[in-house]
């Protein structure tokens, strides 16, 4: 691997100001420092955000929770706060990778993990989201666990963050600071579809650090659920993030977002808006999940994810509607 | 459960504390990292190299390539002809190799040597009716096909027939230590600390490829991080460090990346297996004709030979096994975990299990009606088998008399439950060894032979053979293995390692037992055993196997095509066991593997570049523990003379055999569908529930 530069920053300021084209911000390291040990990445200099003064989870009065970029996963779901309010997250962050990683990885880290998708981390193979306009062979390669929504002619990948997902469901925004100073991006504008710019995954500009997330409260019962090919330590096939506020059979408000069908967090406002004040039953779910799925564009071989997402919403909800 | 003893493994405080010190991590002083260069096309001619950018890169020692490596001489495995020539048979061939000062800077040059190919049209897919598909020997009976009878004109006879196709994917052995070779050179004397299956194979083939008289060769393998029949022959990493060492004159240290072992460390073929099978309305089977569609790459021929085990099984009059090969541009199979029987024994008795639910009968009862009383073929006795008293233990225990046989009716909230039942066989091998045994003054006792130990606690197992041959407490005895300057000794491959050293074993603590007279002089006593003579000359009046059952239940989501295996259950007929703690790890550790195959382990090829997608264990998946739940292995109390002076069978590989197949039966019985297709993912699934 191309020789690199380790710095630690003790402030954002200091960070920022060390930032260029050929810096990478180092989290918890266990995405970035295998693709550049795979060639996928490969900066010049590394500027280790991990002591900056973001590892730590307030409760504003709000009642929303701000989470620090540096807060390391585990941390996360032990919280007392992100326990109690948002079973959700934690079971989003506790179903990703393994103890391990979780101990290392960080908040800011795990939102800008890049893509699974084997050619992207092939240095070997053309991938137009690594390598602008070399092509994108997973269109008619193997792509059965890539995207089926909002996908484009020049990429077909997926965000494989379970977090994200469920900081998707929980209308979270991103803080960040940047050159032009600090900003507040809604999750939902956060990241991006591919388009013709797949090399982007969201919408920082260059240099913009991460510096939090916060998680506005929910009142509802809330859950995350994921599929994947063994029982842990994989990543999603299909996964939910769903709340649902239930009374008297009728579902009066809930979030749905799905994770492993697109190249970012898909919220399902349309199969919302569908349950939104309807009964909750098997039937009105499946619509709402019909409504959702309508966009879809299965590739060759992950046709299978339709029914998959759709079983997930149908399911997921009437478990949550059960314990309400 | 009946064993010689039940003892930890002996270097288990090494290993737990890192003192144990595997291949590469040996310490040398001046020590040299190679990196390997791989082909990114897989069929073609490299045209030109550009070392320039990694030669000007500060560190790199040399640089590599067909044009400056030394000739070496030719071996059978093509494989080993490492930088011996400019054509590219599949993607991922090494074709340079960096040498530099750090591993960083290796890795840094390597990426930096731009290699041109004239690339040709390359195959890598491989299809039953492929046109280049071969069998060799088609007019002979031999290992790729048998028949007797009339096995075609008696399936169009059956009244009951069972005609499929299954279909298992390439997977990767992934032992968790890499191939790694630290080579270094003196004079013309080598030293290799190398991760392997066997140190005098390793040396002799170093010899042969660099023309080295064997005693100049030096291999040392105290401890290996698994094989599975991957470090069963050596690797290009052990000749490319012996030469990288010669070229730079300092020790160097190669070790494959998970990513790089894809390509060249052997995988098993993928198989598509066609299984007829003809029986009466009682379930006596009259035909049986299994034939296997298999890939070898160009560069070396290899046979999966899945349909083996079926030669042994069920009774028959007439029968049918084949097994045909296409090479196509493909990196090259090798062994992994039962070769062969894995595979064959998945297709075999998943077909039982169809009939038996087609006749109605239980698998079980389907199974016993068609023991046969000798070698199915030749009617040879068997040393000894104990198919169906596996199958009767397993029965009871694991509550398989009130098990209504109705598929897919069992529904607990949103799962769909099942159990199924397998049948398992594997060869009883050995392979002829040295050994020398001494008695010491100070009343210990030194065992010396060039075996070698996977990780499965083979020296532990000999320290146990040789105390209870010497009536020596095991504490008394050092066992020295993972050196070829040991006395020979064959590979720990084909489950046969305990065996066959453990035959050589004996025989040196015999001949020492022999030589004592109640005092043992300050210099000690030795004794020298080779089985050779008693290995080769073993007649083959008997059939030597071993057998055993396994017993699954699964759940199947029907929302989501997720399965679960909440119990599996295996009961082995393996002769007498050695190390009962140690066995007992041996068959789970199968079973988890055979698990791996049913639900999950698929190495992905891409057509279009010709290579496996699946490089890394976050791709490419095995069991994790959240998938093992309730997993039990026993055996039975077997006596066999047949086999060898401990009775022993061989353990290393039935608990794999069958495994899938137990799961897959399981999922048919939960669910009423029937996949033929390996792994059992949700995407294959979901789409059929
Ligand atoms: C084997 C394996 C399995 C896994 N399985 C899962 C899974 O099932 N589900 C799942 O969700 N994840 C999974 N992961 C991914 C894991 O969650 C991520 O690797 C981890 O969250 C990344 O966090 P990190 O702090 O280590 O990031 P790093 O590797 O340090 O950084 C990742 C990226 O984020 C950037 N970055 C880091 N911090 C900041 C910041 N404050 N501001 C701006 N940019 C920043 C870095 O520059 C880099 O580009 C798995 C990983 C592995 C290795
Ligand atoms: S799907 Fe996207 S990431 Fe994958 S190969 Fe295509 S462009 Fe690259």
Redesign the interface.
Known sequence: MRPFAYERAATAEEALARCDEETRYLGGGTNLVDLMRLGVERPARLVDVTRLPHDRIEERSSGALRIGAAVRNSDLTAHPAVRRHHPMLVQAVLSGASGQIRNQATVGGNLLQRTRCSYFQDITKPCNKREPGTGCPAIDGEHHNLAILGHSESCVATHPSDMAVALAALDATVLTRGRGGERAIPLADFYRLPGSHPERDTTLEPGELVTAVEVPPLAMPSRYRKVRERASFAFALVSIAAAADVRDGVVRDCRIALGGVAHRPWRARRAEDHLRGRPLTRENLAGAADQELAAAHPLRDNAYKLRLARNLIVRTLLELGERA | MNAIGSRSRVEGREKVTGEARYAVEHPVPGAAYAWVV?S?VAKGEITAFDTADAEALPGVLTVLTPDNAPELAPVSDGELAVLQGRKVSYRGQIVAAVVAETL?TA??AA?LVRVTYAARRHDVRLTPDHPGRYTPDEAEDGPWQARQGDPEDAFRAAPVRIDCTFTTPAEHNNPMEPHATLAAWDGDALTVHDSNQGPSTVRSTLAKVFELDPARVRVISPHIGGGFGSKGTPRPNVVLAAMAARAVGRPVKLAFTR?QMYALTGYRSPTVQRVRLGAAEDGRLTTIIHESFEQSSTVREFAEESTTPTRVMYRAPNRRTAYHLTRLDVPSTSWMRAPGDAPGMFALESAMDELAVVLGLDPIELRVRNEPDGHPEDGRPFSSRNLVACLREGAARFGWSDRDPTPGVRRVG?RLVGTGVAAATYPVLRSPAQATARANADGSYTVRIAAIDLGTGARTALGLIAAETLKADPAQVTVEIGDSDLPRAGLAGGSAGTAGWGTAVVRACEALLSKLNGHVPPEGVEAAADTTEEVKGQGDEYARHSFGAHFAEVEVDV????I?VPRMLGVFATGRIVNAKAARSQFLGGMIMGLGMA??EES?L????GDH????L??Y?I?????VRDLDAVWLDEHDPHVNPMGTKGIGEIGIVGAAAAITNAVHHATGVRFRTLPL???RV??EL
Not at chain 2, 606 to 609: G, K, S, V, Y
Not at chain 2, 623 to 627: E, F, I, S
């Open positions: 791989q990114t960083e890795r840094e990426r990513r949103r929302d989501t095509g997720e679960r639900l999950m992905v891409d057509e279009a570049f997608l699946t490089a890394d976050a791709q998946h069991p994790a523990n959240a998938d993912t949700p995407p979901l789409p």
